[in-house]
């Protein structure tokens, strides 16, 4: 069973930074595809971003540019650095993981076996 914790939630400014980290333990998660969704108030879940087992990564268009996600070398470890926040950025964030993440799927959030609890990231003036 793997376990997802992420850290790194809190209050900025617009066109402020914020970086998000997960951390996975348990099972064989170096082998996992790691990503990032998102949740405001009375939406849906939406995919942010996706780093999949052989590298390759994907954003959705409304973060591309803007944020950049990255992952140790250890793979146990998965970031969302966040630049130029804006207040429509405003959501939870959750970390996910998955073993058999097919590309046509990266932005179903039913593809992803495992999640986090969710961070909290406010942008506000």
């Known amino acids: 069973q793997v376990e997802l914790v992420e850290s790194g939630g809190g209050v900025v400014q617009p066109g402020g930074s914020l970086r998000l980290s997960c951390a996975a333990s348990?099972?064989?998660?170096?082998?996992?595809?790691m990503g990032w969704f998102r949740q405001a108030p009375g939406k849906e879940r939406e995919f942010a971003a996706v780093?999949?087992?052989?590298?390759?990564?994907y954003y959705s268009d409304s973060v591309k540019g803007r944020f950049t996600i990255s992952r140790d070398s250890a793979k146990t470890t998965a970031y969302l650095q966040m630049d130029s926040l804006r207040p429509e950025d405003t959501a939870v964030y959750y970390c996910?993981?998955?073993?058999?993440?097919?590309?046509?799927?990266?932005?179903?959030?039913?593809?992803?076996?495992?999640w986090g609890r969710g961070t909290q990231v406010t942008v506000s003036s």
């Open positions: 996910v993981a998955d073993s058999t993440l097919i590309l046509s799927q990266i932005r179903n959030p039913g593809a992803y076996d495992y």
């Open positions: 348990g099972g064989t998660y170096r082998n996992y595809a």
């Open positions: 780093i999949r087992k052989n590298g390759a990564i």
